[in-house]
């Protein structure tokens, strides 16, 4: 049976990815560190928030950590910004995330555009959604606390084959609001494909609890 080597220890050479991850976990740990260039982030570092300081702050990131790491999870949003010669710096991140024998992880959860872009104009929106839908995600967004698509996008995006919808995405608490989007998208006759998302990865499951109870006691859901 063929081998590679992954992080200097014996693979099988067709192992899946979770085979991959468990021999770099035994031998670097199970992190992984996310890659979010962000502007703030790039200007926090000194850099020119631009190609050069994006490809710059990547690959002084890799340098100082990547072979001590099981994965590294770039997010494309924060390169995809700069058009093709961002996605140009992506390709060598990935590949130079490979060279230094760590996995790849791809972040494309679209919620992060609004905060890559800031506002966004009803056209470019509506592209935004078409993309999406073109190949069949939901353009629902899972860590804002709001109504996801907004109500306006709705039927569109249910015209087109959109199938779900958040009445809040990380849940928070606040009972009043999520009734009023509960009522908005009752009357849309579309309640059936309506979610409420709590919250992932918390060590405080006691506010977890909160957030549950806050809904099951909520008049609406009854």
């Given at each position: 049976m063929s081998t590679?080597?992954?992080g200097n220890v014996q693979?099988?050479?067709n192992a899946g990815f979770a085979e991959r991850f468990a021999v770099l976990r035994e031998r670097r740990g199970p992190f992984c560190l996310g890659l979010d260039p962000s502007p703030a982030l790039l200007d926090a570092w000194g850099l020119e928030d631009s190609v050069e300081g994006l490809r710059h702050f990547c690959f002084t990131?890799?340098?100082a950590a990547a072979d001590q790491l099981s994965a590294i999870k770039p997010q494309s949003a924060y390169f995809e910004r700069f058009g093709s010669k961002g996605i140009a710096v992506l390709e060598d991140c990935i590949a130079a995330i490979r060279d230094r024998r760590s996995l790849a992880l791809l972040d494309v959860k679209r919620?992060?555009?609004g905060r890559v872009h800031g506002k966004i104009t009803p056209e470019l929106k509506r592209r935004y959604i078409d993309f999406l839908l073109d190949h069949r995600f939901n353009p629902t967004e899972q860590y804002a606390d709001k109504l996801s698509p907004d109500a306006q996008?709705?039927?569109y995006c249910f015209e087109r084959g959109g199938n779900t919808i958040y009445l809040s995405g990380n849940f928070t608490g606040n009972v009043e609001a999520l009734r009023g989007r509960y009522d908005a998208v009752k009357q849309l006759g579309l309640i059936d494909h309506a979610l409420v998302y709590i919250g992932d990865e918390t060590k405080d499951w006691?506010?977890?609890r909160r957030r549950s109870d806050a809904i099951r006691i909520c008049s609406v859901f009854r």
């Open positions: 590679s080597n992954i693979s099988p050479a990131t890799f340098d919620g992060d555009i996008d709705i039927p006691n506010q977890m």
